[in-house]
């Protein structure tokens, strides 16, 4: 691991940061902690996506199965068969991680280029909801609706919106500090080696199928993770919203305007995205029918074009250049009398 991790982790930057935010419940008004508690929900999912998607490059849009694998599936073992929703949800992660690495596996097996992969996951993505949409089991298209909420940390119940907050702060956290591990750790050398060009990845000896795989499988878990805290915080499972592919092109448009790539641009990007879609929402959605909706893709687009990179790397470049040292001023030259000493 390189010294930059723990250089980052150890931080206190960091810790005041995650103090600071570990307050918000005790302060903000209930309608401002559900924008952030959905913020910190989507931060973690994108982070959870960059894996694959920013390191690997691997534009998988077959993630809102995992998402749902985590929500509708382990809420269905709960309700239908009597399971402690701790228990589903880590039965929910392992299936989501042996489904993430099968997806590698057969991108790997077939070859697949960077649009076909993205096609045949969106095209599973499809299949895995007319799936729940058809399977009474999970609900169908009724969807379900888990039990009221009595505080009970043993059956997955946090007590109210101030526990749920600190549940999705601290999954979002986690899959953050996944990322730096993974960039600053030979995985990342070798996703990031995948991305940028396979043939000569293998050439220099990096395993492909094994390195896909695990990146897959660590992104699928923790996506499932969130979807089950997701499922809990919502109460009732739309599968129309917990397992629809339009979940992961969300997910994918908020890690690529943060930062493809980089740690803290998905956190950055679904921090800034998320309430401010909720907010336009809030204050516009009955001035005039869809004009929230065009203020808010105004400026999706203004930002894309502004900065092409995403804003945490623009933001990180901005902070080194003020961090820079200026560089000293030159001395006066010597004239050649004073060099020969008169």
């Keep these: 691991m390189r010294p930059n991790f723990y250089h980052v982790v150890f931080s206190p930057i960091w810790?005041?940061?995650i103090a600071g935010l570990a307050t918000l419940p005790l302060w903000l008004p209930s309608y401002y902690l559900h924008i952030a508690t959905l913020a910190l929900i989507y931060a973690g999912l994108a982070a959870a996506w960059n894996i694959v998607g920013?390191?690997?490059?691997?534009?998988?849009l077959a993630h809102s199965i995992?998402?749902?694998?985590?929500?509708?599936?382990?809420?269905?073992?709960?309700?239908?068969?009597?399971i402690n929703l701790w228990v589903a949800a880590g039965i929910a992660a392992v299936l989501s991680g042996a489904m993430g690495a099968a997806i590698a596996w057969i991108d790997h097996r077939f070859r697949l280029g960077h649009l076909s992969f993205a096609l045949i996951t969106l095209a599973f993505a499809e299949m895995a909801e007319l799936v729940v949409l058809g399977w009474d089991f999970v609900g169908g298209a009724s969807?379900?609706?888990?039990?009221?909420?009595?505080?009970?940390?043993l059956l997955f119940q946090f007590g109210g919106s101030h526990g749920y907050f600190w549940l999705v702060m601290a999954l979002a956290t986690l899959a953050l500090v996944v990322n730096l591990a993974i960039?600053?750790?030979?995985l990342g050398y070798f996703l990031r080696a995948i991305r940028d060009n396979e043939n000569a990845a293998q050439a220099l000896g990096v395993g492909l199928?094994?390195?896909?795989m695990m990146a897959m499988a660590i992104s699928a878990v923790l996506t499932s993770m969130i979807g089950t805290a997701y499922a809990r915080y919502s109460t009732f499972i739309d599968p129309h919203m917990f397992a629809s592919p339009v979940l992961t092109i969300e997910i994918v448009l908020f890690a690529t305007i943060g930062g493809l790539g980089t740690a803290f641009g998905p956190i950055v990007g679904a921090i800034l995205l998320v309430p401010l879609g909720e907010i336009l929402r809030g204050h516009l959605g009955g001035v005039l029918p869809g004009l929230h909706y065009f203020i808010y893709g105004t400026i999706v687009v203004v930002v894309i074009l502004a900065l092409p990179q995403g804003i945490g790397p623009a933001v990180a470049k901005l902070a080194?250049?003020?961090?820079?040292?200026?560089p000293a001023a030159a001395a006066p030259a010597k004239t050649l009398a004073e060099g020969q000493g008169g």
């Excluded at 920013?54 to 998988?60: A, D, E, K, R, V």
């Excluded at 960039?183 to 030979?186: G, M, S, T, V």
């Design 15 to 17: 810790w005041i940061t």
């Design 54 to 60: 920013g390191l690997t490059g691997q534009i998988s």
């Design 66 to 82: 995992f998402v749902g694998m985590g929500a509708v599936f382990a809420s269905a073992l709960l309700l239908q068969l009597g």
């Design 143 to 153: 969807g379900q609706s888990l039990p009221r909420d009595e505080g009970h940390f």
């Design 183 to 186: 960039i600053n750790a030979p």
């Design 209 to 212: 199928l094994r390195n896909k």
């Design 320 to 326: 080194r250049r003020f961090r820079a040292p200026k």
